[in-house]
Structure formats: structure tokens, C-alpha cells
């Protein structure tokens, strides 16, 4: 089995800055893509930002040169970097990351949420 752990949320005022951090553990032989995802009070979760095993970046317009995503494949983890917050950003953040298992099966596998509160 593979485990996400989230960490980092919180509340900060408009204009501040967040870090989020990801960590997978368990049976894990290789990471594809990880992303970051978020789903605010009455919406539907959306993509925010993805990197490839690669390292190739994507993100939405909404938090470009705001938002910045990267990873530590030597720690498993994805980090979502997030600077002169809005407070249109409020959300639950959810990471999510592409595995290869031991047992050579891919999966998506997400972890348990992260409310991000953005006051004005």
C-alpha cells in the first residue's frame, strides 16, 4: 500500500505565503506525476499545478508566478510553494501523485487534504 501525508495548511493573511509538503511511503518502486489539486466550498476540485518525473512544470493561469511546484524524488515528496496569497485561494489542497508499485502496478493515490484559509 502506498500513503500520502500531508502537511503545511493553514491561515495567513492576503499577501502572505504557504508552503505545502506531500510525503508517499509504502511499497513504492517509482513516482510519475505528482500535482497538486484543490477544492474550495461549493466547487469541484481542480488541478492547480502538476510536475513530471522529469520535472517538467504545469499550473493554472489563476496562480501563475504565484505558485511554484517541485519535488524530492530522494524523499518521495512533492512541495507546492505558495506566495502573495489571495483570498480567493481558500480551499482544501489535496496532493496527488502517480506510483509505481513493488508489484509494478500504477495507481493514483491521493492524500488526506489540507484547508488553506486566505484572510483579507
Known amino acids: 500500500q502506498v500513503q500520502l501525508v500531508e502537511s503545511g495548511g493553514g491561515l495567513v493573511q492576503a499577501g502572505g505565503s504557504l508552503r505545502l509538503s506531500c510525503a508517499a511511503s509504502?511499497?513504492?518502486?517509482?513516482?510519475?506525476?505528482m500535482g497538486w489539486y484543490r477544492q474550495a466550498p461549493g466547487r469541484q476540485r481542480e488541478l492547480v499545478a502538476h510536475?513530471?518525473?522529469?520535472?517538467?512544470?504545469n499550473d493554472v493561469d489563476s496562480v501563475k508566478g504565484r505558485f511554484t511546484i517541485t519535488r524530492d524524488n530522494a524523499k518521495n515528496t512533492v512541495y507546492l510553494q505558495m506566495d502573495s496569497l489571495k483570498p480567493e485561494y481558500t480551499a482544501v489542497y489535496y496532493c496527488?501523485?502517480?506510483?509505481?508499485?513493488?508489484?509494478?502496478?500504477?495507481?493514483?493515490?491521493w492524500g488526506q487534504g489540507t484547508q488553506v484559509t486566505v484572510s483579507s
Open positions: 496527488n501523485e502517480n506510483v509505481m508499485t513493488f508489484f509494478r502496478r500504477t495507481e493514483d493515490y
Open positions: 509504502g511499497t513504492i518502486f517509482s513516482i510519475n506525476s
Open positions: 510536475i513530471t518525473a522529469g520535472g517538467s512544470t
